[in-house]
DNA sequence: GCCGAACCGTACCGTACGGTACGATTGTGA
DNA sequence: TCACAATCGTACCGTACGGTACGGTTCGGC
């Protein structure tokens, strides 16, 4: 509901940049899907964009520039799925809940998702790790505001409890990502069960439920420490 | 405390190297963690290690040949730590998750743990992902391993109680790490909260125990999914 | 119809790196 | 002492890439 508007930009001012640039940007995230970082060189991209290399220098300044616009890029794209309204019932706050784990492990999963963060990752080894901030700043820290609009919605309305939503917030996202995150960035394949995210979702709620659900019948010692 | 034997073994014959050999990747590990896979050059290496980049090819055939035997030779550095014996009693078993949980948080945490995830990761874009794989062999197994034969035992005893130990290790990894993991390999540097491995630790076993541990006083409805 | 800006395609430059070759050095067994 | 193997240090080669330069083309404003 925060980010209502901006949905009809989708050829125009994506990001601050021109359309003739998201384009090639476009065909940038193309070729680092297909081929890791290794494949995208300025030479390749002007190529498989039609453009000019001295255009990419002129846009995007040098090749880190053009690597952070793609990052920016593909960010201004995805946009926080608009969370809808926030629940009223118990059975609508799980449903939303597992909606989240359900659309986290997809999107982290995905084909764009991977190769982004195996090249911030590869990067990440530099001085500076500049890449890294760009992915943990327009990605990780979305998704913690989605998720915590959402448990606080829940708390509020005594469907969960805790302490410190940081802590609740992690432990969901430990509960719903296991290790499957690295082990793909790491070229390792789901197996079918894993690769079911709709009921790896609903059993990730479930514990995270049996943790920070209220009490009903269950002796009261929530997550003192 | 865990890692009783296998000490002497630091010039020896380590993984199938020679001294010679082991010393030139030890260089070799601190140069990729000095500064990251840009900085693991075969010149680099050779003048580091004070050998010819002949013999380097001579030795480890390849570039990817020497980035294999330098992740084969930093696991057969830490071998899998002997976990002591199997516990008889609930408040070792704690005690021995709660340890293997610190392990893993600092393990995963160290630098070089970091620069070998990231040298894979990024490599693992490319067509094979054989360091990747030689990554997840040599390092998530073992630790899986480990964490099987504990959990295993602490379910004979009645500690635990799962039906599905591949879910439960997975629950308890994710417990463990959250997003510590790849904010890390992002370049994020933890709070200092997270930073305290022991309250970390001490607290997903607790969150586990939660999940899988035996009903004492409360419903009965352990993860059936 | 003319002008200038933006841009394309291509050629070019310097450098860094993977990989190879070779003479010099060291150490070891007969 | 000699021969031989292993290794070192260095020089060398080809290639790929980041970055720049330049002539030709398109296109909007006047």
């Not at 913690?144 to 829940?154: I, M, N, V, W």
Request: aromatic letters at 8%.
């Amino acid at each position: 509901m925060v980010q209502a508007a901006l949905k009809k930009a989708d050829t125009e001012s994506l990001a601050n940049f021109t359309p003739r640039q998201n384009a090639v940007l476009e065909k940038a995230l193309g070729l680092l899907v297909k081929g890791g970082d290794r494949a995208l060189t300025t030479a390749r991209i002007a190529r498989a964009a039609n453009c000019s290399k001295e255009s990419l220098y002129k846009w995007f300044g040098d090749r880190d520039g053009l690597l952070a616009a793609v990052v920016t890029y593909q960010a201004s794209k995805v946009r926080a799925p608009g969370s809808g309204q926030l629940p009223e019932t118990a059975e609508a706050f799980r449903a939303q809940l597992t909606g989240f784990a359900f659309d986290l492990l997809s999107v982290l999963s995905g084909d764009v998702s991977l190769a982004l963060n195996r090249l911030a990752i590869g990067q990440a080894s530099k001085d500076d790790a500049q890449l890294g901030r760009l992915v943990l700043e327009r990605g990780r820290k979305v998704i913690g505001l989605r998720a915590g609009t959402l448990l606080e919605a829940g708390r509020q309305r005594k469907f969960i409890q805790y302490d410190d939503q940081q802590a609740a917030f992690r432990t969901l996202y430990g509960l719903i990502i296991r290790d499957f995150h690295v082990r793909q960035l790491l070229g390792d394949a789901l197996d079918a069960r894993e690769s079911d995210f709709e009921t790896q979702a609903s059993s990730a709620i479930d514990q995270f439920f049996k943790l920070y659900g209220p009490d009903k019948n269950r002796a009261r010692e929530i997550s003192q420490t």
